[in-house]
């Protein structure tokens, strides 16, 4: 099956930092890649869809300012957590489907991100 | 897309089937039923979906209802390595985009 990796797979960073999470579609071409944060005993919850050549679109209540993200290609997108505070930390999440053979969202393994 | 209810937690044994339930009475006739799962600490993996008719492959069966507003996952001999949460999110492909939507999903034990 089609394969979606992120990098890096956990991160430490200091409170006031940025970090930039990569997501890539490994044998597939992804117009549409979508990112996802899990807290901890919770289920994933939508952040953004991240658009190829576009402006990414934001779920109601994330701040586009602070997580900013980029689709430059059609195999990287790109979700950048600005002044990183420590309720930031969390398991970040994407996912991207193979517009050539259908509809499945092929995830990744995730990035865990905490803040110090 | 339509509304997913689902148990919270469940245990079953080890070597014996886990039949998952889901609850979707609000469903539309061009949603599908996907089901996905995930083990503690990675990404999501694609089990199965379906339309109207039972689907089965290599990992589960899945079983939808006649009148589509429930269905049941099946994983025929469990292993521990089937524990997870288990998520099912009906959706509709013509949007053609990917995105999901998660419930809370159900904590599946299988136990030795």
């Known amino acids: 099956g089609a394969v979606v990796s992120q990098h890096p797979s956990w991160v430490i960073c200091k409170s006031g930092t940025s970090v930039k999470i990569e997501c890539r579609s490994l044998d597939f071409q992804a117009t549409t890649m979508f990112w996802y944060r899990q807290f901890p005993k919770q289920s994933l919850m939508l952040m953004a869809t991240?658009?190829?050549?576009?402006?990414?679109?934001?779920e109601q209540g994330v701040e586009k300012d602070k997580f900013l993200i980029n689709h430059a290609s059609l195999t990287l997108s790109t979700l950048t957590v600005t002044s990183a505070h420590p309720e930031d930390s969390s398991f970040y999440i994407c996912?991207?489907?193979?517009?050539?053979?259908?509809?499945?969202?092929?995830f990744g393994q995730g990035t865990r991100l905490t803040v110090v | 897309d339509a509304k997913t209810t689902q148990p919270p937690s469940m245990d079953c044994a080890e070597g014996r089937a886990a039949n998952l339930p889901c609850n979707h009475s609000?469903?539309?006739?061009?949603?599908?039923v996907y089901w996905y799962r995930q083990i503690h600490s990675q990404g999501p993996q694609y089990i199965i979906h379906?339309?109207?008719n039972n689907e089965t492959n290599e990992m589960a069966s899945l079983i939808i209802t006649e009148d589509r507003k429930s269905s049941t996952l099946i994983l025929p001999h469990a292993t521990l390595r089937d524990t997870a949460v288990y998520y099912c999110?009906?959706?509709?492909?013509?949007?053609?985009?990917?995105?999901?939507?998660f419930g809370q999903g159900t904590t599946l034990q299988v136990k030795p």
């Open positions: 996912s991207a489907r193979d517009a050539g053979t259908g509809v499945r969202a092929f």
């Open positions: 999110i009906v959706r509709v492909d013509a949007s053609n985009t990917g995105k999901l939507i």
């Open positions: 991240s658009n190829e050549g576009s402006k990414a679109t934001y």
């Open positions: 609000t469903i539309s006739g061009n949603e599908y």
């Open positions: 379906g339309l109207k």
